[in-house]
């Protein structure tokens, strides 16, 4: 069953331990992610931001899906709010198998496709694939381009890429199927950190050219 009150996005269940937001963009998701998490609602478990949606786990045993459904019908997102104001520059080598290819597909010189991708301002829309392998959005509209038509079998750790609207940079070395634009030696996913993702949902992202 779907549902919708006033100001309050779409819920739908997912399972019996968990409602699904249905938004209309990610600045939403991240408003609403934020407000959950500072609403501090009983029995909430996990708060995972999507593209366009919030998926928000609880534990049964301390609340159930009624009373968890008529608490996020109560939330007003404030229009400030958000999940991560966190503002990281990571610097990449613009030497990435696919730089020729990107330019071809877009009609822009390898010198325009790397203007493009740095003056972006880039946010992380949301996580997954892998751990530590965050989607960004935010990119120049010129950058959109597809997926290789045959993925690698090995993408190394810290390839920076991009496929349709986002950009990425491998966490760790992984088949993709994405454009290769260049590399970084910046570290993003450390397991005994806490929390171990450098990249989260919300934060800012800009990338500076090194090297030649």
């Known amino acids: 069953m779907t549902s919708r009150v006033a100001d309050v996005p779409a819920l739908r269940p997912c399972g019996e331990h968990a ?3 249905d938004l209309d963009d990610n600045a939403m998701v991240h408003r609403w992610a934020a407000a959950i998490r500072e609403a501090e609602l009983p ?3 996990e708060v995972v931001p999507g593209l366009t949606t919030v998926l928000v786990t609880f534990d049964a045993g301390l609340t159930n899906a009624s009373a968890l459904r008529a608490a996020l019908c109560t939330l007003q997102p404030r229009p400030d709010q958000s999940e991560d104001h966190d503002h990281h520059v990571i610097d990449v080598r613009y030497d990435g198998e696919d730089l ?17 991708h740095t003056e972006s301002v880039w ?5 997954g694939f892998a751990p530590g392998f965050s989607y960004l959005v935010g990119g120049d509209p010129r950058l959109y381009v597809p997926r290789r038509d045959e993925s690698r079998v090995r993408v190394p750790a810290g390839a920076v890429a991009i496929a349709g609207a986002f950009s990425a940079v491998y966490p760790r070395v992984s088949p993709g199927g994405w454009q290769l634009l260049g ?3 910046a570290v993003l996913w450390d397991s005994a ?7 989260r949902p919300g934060a800012v992202v800009q990338f500076r050219r090194v090297g030649s």
């Open 100 to 116: 020729d290819d990107v330019s071809k597909l877009t009609g822009l010189t390898v010198a325009e496709v790397i203007a493009a």
């Open 19 to 21: 409602w699904l937001l």
């Open 183 to 185: 590399h970084t030696d």
């Open 123 to 127: 946010t992380v829309a949301f996580c």
């Open 43 to 45: 029995g909430v478990r």
């Open 193 to 199: 950190a806490d929390p171990p993702a450098v990249l």
